[in-house]
């Protein structure tokens, strides 16, 4: 199915914005559901949002809503995570994944069939 490729990961203080950007290989993941799940230390990975190819319908988890929007850009075949008003407790590995379920089961805890290599995300205090 080929390799998701995370970017845009970096060390950044309180309060301050990120951008990551997942690549998708060119139609490989056109009919998925496209997601974002991060892993801090010491904690199991856990979904952040997840959005669909077709439509664009978004799924958020409780403690990014509000803060973190993903979103996709077909012609690129790139999901996007917008991450505002960071804070310390957003620091881990961000990773992209992709998934034949609906995006609302990943939020429920379904588990992508697709990993990126993943990309780390430091918020200082």
């Known amino acids: 199915q080929g390799q998701l490729v995370e970017s845009g990961g970096g060390l950044v203080q309180a309060g301050d914005s990120l951008r990551l950007a997942c690549a998708a290989p060119?139609?490989?993941?056109?009919?998925?559901?496209m997601g974002w799940f991060r892993q801090a230390p010491g904690k199991e990975r856990a979904f952040v949002a997840a959005?669909?190819?077709?439509?664009?319908?978004?799924y958020y988890a409780d403690v990014v809503k509000g803060r973190f929007t993903i979103s996709s850009d077909n012609a690129r075949d790139t999901v996007y995570l917008q991450m505002h008003n960071l804070e310390p407790d957003d620091t881990a590995i961000y990773y992209c994944?992709?998934?034949?379920?609906?995006?609302?089961?990943?939020?429920?805890?379904?588990?992508?069939?697709?990993w990126g290599q993943g990309t780390q995300v430091t918020v200082s205090s």
């Open positions: 060119r139609g490989t993941f056109s009919k998925y559901a």
């Open positions: 994944a992709a998934s034949e379920a609906h995006p609302a089961k990943l939020a429920a805890g379904r588990r992508p069939s697709y």
């Open positions: 959005i669909s190819w077709i439509g664009g319908t978004t």
